[in-house]
Nanobody, 114 residues
C-alpha cells in the first residue's frame, strides 16, 4: 500500500491550500481515511477523518475552516484548507485504516506565514 500526498506549500495567513492523497495497492473504499499533522516539538494530531460512507469528523481547531472529502473511484482523499492560521503550520500526513491507522503517507509541509 502506498499513499502519496501533494499540495503543501507556503501560504499567507487567511489563505487557502488543498492537499490531496493518492492511494494504491489496496481496496480503497473499505478504509477510513484521514489527515493528521505534526508541528515541530508537538505530537502528531488528528485533523480530519472521513468514514467509508463519507461521514466527516474534524478536530475542534479546524472545524468550519477545513473540509475533507474522498473519491473512491480515483482512490484519492483531499483536504481543503481555508482561513489558514500560523498555528496550522505543520507536516500533514495522509492516513488510512480499518479500525486504527494502518498506513501513513510520507507527509507534506504546510507553512502559514506572512
Amino acid at each position: 500500500v502506498q499513499l502519496v500526498e501533494s499540495g503543501g506549500g507556503l501560504v499567507q495567513p487567511g489563505g487557502s491550500l488543498r492537499l490531496s492523497c493518492a492511494a494504491s495497492g489496496t481496496i480503497f473504499s473499505l478504509y477510513v481515511l484521514g489527515w493528521y499533522r505534526q508541528a515541530p516539538g508537538k505530537q502528531r494530531e488528528m485533523v480530519a477523518t472521513i468514514s467509508t460512507i463519507s461521514s466527516p469528523n474534524y478536530a475542534d481547531s479546524v472545524r468550519g475552516r477545513f473540509t475533507i472529502s474522498r473519491d473512491n473511484a480515483n482512490n484519492t482523499v483531499s483536504l481543503q484548507m481555508n482561513g489558514l492560521k500560523p498555528e496550522d503550520t505543520a507536516v500533514y500526513y495522509c492516513a488510512m485504516g480499518l479500525y486504527e491507522v494502518d498506513y501513513w503517507g510520507q507527509g507534506t509541509q504546510v507553512t502559514v506565514s506572512s
